[in-house]
C-alpha cells in the first residue's frame, strides 16, 4: 500500500548502505519523514540525498550506537526534528572477525561486535521506547540474522553470540510493552548480497559457493528483499504481530 507511513516519522539505523538503505527508500516511497542513521556521514548523506531527488523528506544524523550519548542525540534530535516517534528500524551492525574459532576470537573484536549488534540495538530501545510510551505507542523492528537461530562457524562466536542476544532482548521487549500499544519484533535475515556480505567473502575464500550449496533458493537475495518485510512488521498491517522473530532466509534454518 502506498501511502501507509504518511506523516509518519521513522528511524532506520545502519541507513547509509545495504539493507537499511533499502528499508529507507521503502519507508520513503510509503510517505515516511525518514531518519537516516549511520556512522558513515558519506553514504548517510547520500541516501538522504537519494530521497530527496524523489521528492521524499529524510535528515541524516551521524550516529555511534554503540555510545549512550550518542544514541540520545539521536532520538533528542529526531524529537527537535520531527516532533515524534512513529516507528523504528534498529538496523546497524558488524560483522566482526569470520570463521575464527571461539578459543581464538579476540577479546577487543568480541566488545566492539557485541557493543554495536547488540548493546546497540538495547541502547536504540532503551531512548526510543520512552518517547513512543509518551506518544501511546509505536512499532520497532530489530535486525538479528539466521546466525542467531543457528549456530555458525562461518559467522564467528562474536556475531552469533550477538545475533541471539537481538532475539532475546526482542521478545523481552514485546512482552514489557504489549500493552502499551508499542510492539518489538526482529528479523531475521538470510544470505542478502550487501557490502557486509561482499567483506565477508574477500575474507573467506569460498564462502559464497559454501553457503550458496546450503541455500535452498540457491542464490542470494537482495537487501530490497529483506527491507521489505521489515517495514511490513512496522506498518499497522502487522497489528497483532509483537515478539515475532521472522526469518526471511530462502528457507536456510528450516534444514
Not at 509518551?134 to 539466521?146: A, E, L, R
Not at 575464500?205 to 550458496?212: D, H, V, Y
Amino acid at each position: 500500500m502506498e501511502n501507509q507511513f504518511e506523516e509518519k516519522v521513522v528511524i532506520v539505523t545502519g541507513g547509509g548502505s545495504g539493507i537499511g538503505k533499502a528499508a529507507c527508500m521503502i519507508f520513503s516511497k510509503k510517505g515516511a519523514k525518514v531518519v537516516v542513521v549511520d556512522i558513515n556521514p558519506y553514504s548517510g548523506t547520500e541516501t538522504v540525498a537519494e530521497i530527496e531527488s524523489r521528492g521524499g523528506e529524510a535528515v541524516f544524523l551521524q550516529t555511534d550506537v554503540s555510545k549512550a550519548s550518542e544514541v540520545k542525540h539521536m532520538v533528542d534530535g529526531t524529537i527537535a526534528k520531527f516532533g515524534r516517534i512513529d516507528c523504528a528500524f534498529n538496523n546497524a551492525g558488524i560483522e566482526g572477525a569470520q570463521g575464527v574459532p571461539t578459543h581464538q576470537y579476540e577479546e577487543q573484536v568480541w566488545d566492539s561486535v557485541l557493543g554495536v549488534n547488540l548493546k546497540g540495538v538495547w541502547l536504540c530501545m532503551k531512548y526510543e521506547i520512552p518517547q513512543m510510551l509518551k506518544q501511546g505507542g509505536g512499532s520497532i523492528v530489530n535486525t538479528s540474522s539466521i546466525a542467531g537461530l543457528v549456530g555458525s562457524i562461518a559467522a564467528g562466536a562474536g556475531y552469533a553470540a550477538s545475533k541471539h542476544g537481538v532475539i532475546g532482548l526482542t521478545k523481552t521487549a514485546a512482552l514489557e510493552n504489549a500493552k502499551y500499544g508499542i510492539r518489538v519484533n526482529v528479523i531475521c535475515p538470510g544470505g542478502a548480497y550487501t557490502p557486509m556480505t561482499e567483506r565477508i567473502a574477500l575474507g573467506l575464500p569460498g564462502f559464497k559457493e559454501r553457503f550458496l550449496d546450503k541455500e535452498p533458493m540457491g542464490r542470494f537475495c537482495s537487501p530490497e528483499e529483506i527491507a521489505a518485510p521489515a517495514v511490513w512488521l512496522c506498518s499497522d498491517s502487522a497489528s497483532f504481530v509483537t515478539g515475532h522473530a521472522m526469518s526471511v532466509d530462502g528457507g536456510f534454518v528450516c534444514q
